[in-house]
């Protein structure tokens, strides 16, 4: 690919072009097939000077994009064309210093996370959390979270929208001892592991986590009933509850926390 041509070619600063051409995922990337995108991406600080020492993917953002953004009405933009739009210093600040964080899209069928490895720049389309542990990765998957983010999520068409804000921030997480969060982590594992080797290599076009999850297989229903059951160890509470009084133990528990809550976020 032309990627990796660039990724080989020597320049006068003496780095390498994988500093500014990186992996780039969407939302496809995690739901269907591999999209094998990258992007030429230099750091919001970057001066133009600092950025020509990249010599072929600079020359290339001069030739295909320059002559757009300099006629940008924002002058940010046009000024500095050879920087993204919308850079987001606090994603590369946070995120793409961890060997992977977790990533969803804004909108799918299923509530899907999955791993990123910590040189991929994420798309708008997905949203990302500077996370790089499994207990972590259990806690959101786990019908927990599903339901809160079915409900104070928005949708377009008939598919939900994941909105930060409202069915994250607002998610009371629950306050583990350490056994628990091993049991947590431990689940939440061996999903990611199970779906790992059920995707293969991805190169077969039917497989992907939305056929996946469309079908339900049996082993896929138990490794999400083991998560469950771990993280409602957590909360303390019984994993025979219905939807509707889990959203309501969950409120109850959003409510009592409100007078001093502990703010954590994803970064859209």
């Known amino acids: 690919s032309l990627a990796q041509e660039w990724l080989a ?3 006068p600063n003496g780095k390498s072009n994988a500093d500014v051409v990186r992996p780039w995922a969407n939302g496809l990337e995690i739901t269907r097939t591999p999209q094998k995108l990258w ?3 230099f750091p919001p600080g970057m001066t133009e000077a600092e950025a020509a020492q990249y010599e072929t993917p600079f020359e ?3 030739e295909k994009v320059k002559p757009t953004r300099i006629e940008n009405n924002r002058a940010a933009y046009a000024n500095r064309w050879w920087i993204h739009g919308e850079a987001r210093p606090e994603v590369r600040a946070s ?3 961890l060997p992977r964080y977790l990533a969803t899209p804004r909108v799918a069928k299923h509530r899907l996370f999955v791993w990123l490895a910590g040189r991929v720049l994420p798309d708008s389309a997905l949203i990302v959390f500077a996370r790089s542990d499994d207990y972590f990765f259990g806690v959101l ?9 079915l409900t104070l999520g928005t949708r377009l068409e008939t598919r939900p929208r994941y909105t930060p804000t409202t069915c994250f921030e607002t998610f009371p997480m629950p306050h583990p001892t350490t056994e628990q969060e091993k049991a947590i982590a431990d689940a939440a594992k061996k999903l990611d592991d199970a779906r790992n080797n059920w995707l293969g290599d991805r190169s077969d076009k039917t497989r992907t ?3 996946l999850y469309n ?4 082993w896929l229903v138990d490794a999400h009933r083991e998560i469950d059951a771990a993280v409602f160890a957590a909360y303390g509470w019984k994993p025979d509850l219905t939807d509707a009084d889990l959203l309501a133990a969950l ?3 959003n409510q009592e926390r409100a007078a001093s809550p502990a703010t954590h976020k994803a970064i859209s």
């Open 39 to 41: 992007i030429v991406d």
């Open 60 to 62: 290339y953002i001069r």
């Open 209 to 211: 986590l939305t056929a």
């Open 251 to 253: 409120l109850a528990l």
């Open 215 to 218: 079908k339900k297989p049996t």
């Open 95 to 97: 995120c793409l210093v």
């Open 141 to 149: 998957h786990s019908r927990m979270h599903e339901v809160w983010a």
């Open 9 to 11: 070619k020597r320049n």
